[in-house]
């Protein structure tokens, strides 16, 4: 858990899933709701409330893969999103994780950004040609 200028980050349960129901819009209610069983969402809350949460999965079941980061769109640009990833990142080098992964859209310039300034390189785009229009950019970020 942190604690800092009133927000505080756990990792989500059981009380959460409604809100994440709702939030989290890019999977189906059962993948949401597997993620949740599988402890793979990290919740922002401010004033006990939710405001941003962290998706996250294993690719190849090992590699700790950023999903999604989705902070509601009022409290956007206050640092959510950056405390809910470094929660994230120091949860997984506790479990003996040396290497992160995430993606995004390659006309996605923003997010790919942000991504440079926490410390992901780019390793990769892969097209998926009639599933998505543009390809998609892989960052990893090594935590040795």
Known sequence: MI???NLMIIGADGRHADWLLAHDRHVS???AKRS???GEYIIAEQQGEPVGF???S???GTIPFLDLIMV???RQRSGIGTALFQHWEAAMQEEGATLLMTSSQ???AEPQAWHRRN???DAGRISFGHLQSVPEVFLVKDLR
């Open 106 to 108: 390659s006309d996605e």
């Open 36 to 38: 949740l069983s599988l």
């Open 58 to 60: 294993r690719f190849w």
């Open 54 to 56: 962290l998706r996250f």
């Open 119 to 121: 410390g992901f390189r």
């Open 3 to 5: 604690e800092r200028k």
């Open 29 to 31: 209610e059962q993948w």
């Open 72 to 74: 509601v769109p009022d």
